[in-house]
């Protein structure tokens, strides 16, 4: 492999035929220049990003090389750990995302993560690679990230598997769950137990029927009987159902069909006791 452009000591651009491709290993650009030869058995990743690539490098030549070291790193753990590939874009987005929030707290700054407790339950794995890299950030580059950058993390990591939805929508519904939840808690008057089963059920029940209603896809239907005993029996919960359900059409344009606030009923009901 022939180099185009040297990045920093640990990438380079290459061309191949008439596509470039950004190589990395550790020390393959180290004192090389244009036109040098990269021995291909050192060679350890080969991204090909077509309209990303122009960007990546830029990050590359910009970003400090133990930031892209670490964040490198996670990606391969996390990869590991789900035993599957994440998108090309994770290099950039995670990349960029760390050595921002490393910059942040080397400044004296706070990292704040609103979503965190419902990112725990819902992203479960997810936010344990997101732990591990806080711990691996600590150990690498000596300083201290908080549990809330675990979920940025993982929200990252989330939105990087190859069947996931983009960021955009992964913040969204987090964000709906979460006011859900709030609702919940103001219409009852208490303080959810965020460790209980009950709890960590309905947010897995929410995020799959969000997803549903993100892809039309059909809902199970309640039978009408069991539905008006519900109303009838649980009054009080479904009348939060029906909260959650009016705040969600209003704000984002969204309705669950009746059967669904059936089932969240229940729920809650579970929630509640």
């Not at 380079?12 to 990395?24: C, H």
């Not at 704040?112 to 690679?129: A, D, G, H, M, T």
């Not at 000596?142 to 069947?163: N, Q, V």
């Not at 008006?228 to 029906?242: L, N, P, R």
Request: with cysteine.
């Amino acid at each position: 492999m022939r180099i185009y452009k040297v990045l920093n000591n640990n990438a380079a651009v290459v061309r191949d035929g008439d596509q470039e491709k950004i190589v990395m290993g550790p020390g393959i650009a180290f004192q090389k220049k244009k036109n040098d030869i990269i021995p291909k058995s050192k060679v350890e990743k080969i991204f090909v990003m077509k309209e990303e690539n122009e960007k990546f490098q830029q990050l590359l030549q910009m970003v400090p090389e133990e930031h892209i070291e670490l964040a490198e790193e996670i990606i391969s753990y996390a990869e590991g750990r789900l035993m599957s590939p994440l998108s090309n874009h994770i290099h950039i987005a995670l990349t960029d995302h760390l050595s921002f929030a490393v910059e942040r707290i080397q400044n004296g700054y706070a990292i704040q993560n609103k979503l965190l407790s419902e990112i725990k339950v819902l992203y479960r794995n997810e936010f344990e690679i997101g732990q591990w890299a806080i711990k691996r950030a600590e150990e690498k580059l000596g300083i201290s990230l908080p549990e809330d950058e675990a979920g940025h993390i993982a929200l990252h990591i989330h939105t990087a598997k190859l069947d996931a939805a983009d960021m955009k929508v992964t913040i969204r519904h987090t964000a709906i769950i979460q006011e859900s939840i709030d609702m919940i808690e103001r219409h009852f008057g208490v303080n959810l137990s965020k460790d209980s089963i009950s709890y960590q059920r309905l947010l897995t029940h929410l995020r799959f029927a969000l997803n549903r209603l993100e892809q039309n896809e059909d809902f199970h239907v309640m039978d009408r009987e069991m539905l008006q005993m519900i109303q009838k029996t649980y009054s009080f919960a479904y009348a939060c159902s029906e909260k959650i359900a009016d705040y969600l059409k209003k704000e984002y344009g969204m309705q669950f069909p009746e059967s669904e606030m059936g089932y969240i009923t229940l729920h809650i009901q579970r929630l509640s006791e």
